[in-house]
């Protein structure tokens, strides 16, 4: 005889076996004796109220054994470990200071495999069994485990994007040591790949501040650009940004563009 | 894994992508509110034979979110022909979603009874400020103080504020 619990598991009472219909071979958990005792006798009085002293009897104390009440517990322990990653959470019922349930809400199906059947019969169980097992794998992949996962890997994707963005907006830009003025730096707006094309913007530097002879204090920064490889540029420029402690308040940061 | 620990750690995770997403969204300019951010732009350039040179100082404040205004006031010669420009516009400027660029329009202008500088001209050699169809801006900080404006063709000018 084998029970189908919930249309997600399935149930063998004569060894013990509890087998995830939805899942491979290795999906598969033998109960030890007295657990699997326990658990053929919540399933057979599916919905009433066993005492603990009937379950102790039934258990224990009818195959010669002596069981406690913190056996039975931890019992009942093992068996909910064992089924509630794949059924509801109360599966079996605990009934303070009287005994224990199993859920009268679990659906039970029995497939008496022993019992000389009709064919048809035979064909109509192979046919439930099939069914169950679609509806399980169904019920599996859309399970609520499953789809709390897969949400939560994604918004753990989403939050990466986000914090990688969110780090990178406003922050400082790259910018590029050219040479120096006195003491003050000057530093290029854009990477110069090769020598040539970085001494071919000093050289553009050079003849900028000869022609501005900008004042200069240690703490001043100048920025170099030209657009002269840049697409989109109506017209083609070079400009000298210069900001710092020299230049007052009112005016702010010094931009000086030209074309000549 | 228990399936109330997934609970909760799917609802800390989604509580951490909401607040994540809304400061996303809620940065909206590095330029501060109400704080001028003040640039002088020197331009010396040659358009077909054509002579410009001008001065101009900008003062661009944000007032809120979205919204604000650049005062200009210098000198613009084209030609040896000297005019005067002062003048405020108005531009609306919308963060384009996680990055640091934005749709930046102008809504409206007023000028100064002392700007003498002929429309035709600021069309022609100052047609950022324009009214009407929108532009796309990029705006970086240099540090803490200095905001760098970008355009398509490149840098502008960067702009100081305290």
Not at chain 1, 205 to 215: E, F, G, H, T
Request: proline residues 4%.
């Amino acid at each position: 005889m084998t029970y189908v619990l919930d249309d997600i598991i399935s149930y063998c009472p004569e060894d013990g076996t509890i087998k995830f219909l939805g899942g491979s071979d290795q999906d598969m958990t033998i109960l030890t004796p007295v657990p699997n005792r326990i658990l053929q006798l919540l399933v057979k009085n599916q919905g009433k109220m066993l005492s603990r002293d009937t379950i102790l009897v039934e258990v224990w104390d009818n195959y010669g054994k002596v069981g406690s009440t913190n056996s039975l517990k931890q019992n009942i322990g093992l068996l909910r470990k064992t089924l509630d990653p794949y059924l509801n959470t109360s599966t079996i019922i605990t009934m303070p200071n009287q005994g224990y349930m199993f859920n009268a809400q679990t659906k039970i199906i029995v497939i008496d495999e022993e019992t000389s059947v009709t064919p048809e019969l035979l064909i109509k169980q192979k046919e439930v069994l099939t069914n169950v097992k679609k509806n399980s794998l169904f019920r599996s992949l859309l399970s609520e485990k499953h789809l709390l996962i897969s949400f939560t890997v994604l918004i753990i994707v989403g939050m990466t994007y986000l914090i990688y963005k969110t780090s990178t907006i406003y922050t400082s830009i790259n910018a590029y040591e050219l040479s120096n003025i006195d003491s003050c730096k000057i530093y290029s707006l854009k990477r110069y790949d090769t020598p040539l094309e970085m001494s071919e913007a000093q050289a553009e530097v050079k003849l900028i501040l000869d022609r501005l002879k900008p004042q200069c204090s240690n703490q001043d920064r100048l920025f170099f650009y030209d657009n002269f490889n840049k697409d989109g540029a109506e017209e083609k420029s070079k400009l000298l940004i210069q900001c710092g402690n020299s230049i007052s308040k009112e005016i702010g940061c010094i931009t000086y563009r030209t074309n000549r | 894994m228990n399936i109330i620990i997934l609970r909760c750690f799917a609802g800390f995770v989604t509580i951490c992508f909401l607040i994540l997403l809304s400061y996303n969204l809620s940065v909206s300019s590095p330029l501060p509110t109400n704080n001028p951010c003040i640039a002088t732009v020197k331009h010396d350039l040659i358009y077909d034979n054509i002579s410009v040179n001008y001065v101009l100082s900008h003062k661009i404040v944000t007032v809120s979110g979205n919204s604000g205004y650049d005062t200009l006031r210098g000198t613009f010669t084209v030609n040896d022909k000297h005019y005067i420009v002062g003048r405020t516009i108005k531009f609306t400027h919308e963060k384009i979603f996680s990055s640091n660029s934005h749709d930046f329009q102008i809504v409206s202008t007023h000028k100064f009874p002392s700007d003498n500088l002929p429309d035709d001209i600021a069309n022609r050699f100052l047609s950022y400020l324009k009214n009407g169809p929108s532009r796309f801006l990029h705006l970086d900080r240099t540090d803490q103080l200095h905001i760098l404006i970008s355009d398509t063709g490149g840098p502008s000018f960067i702009c100081k504020h305290s």
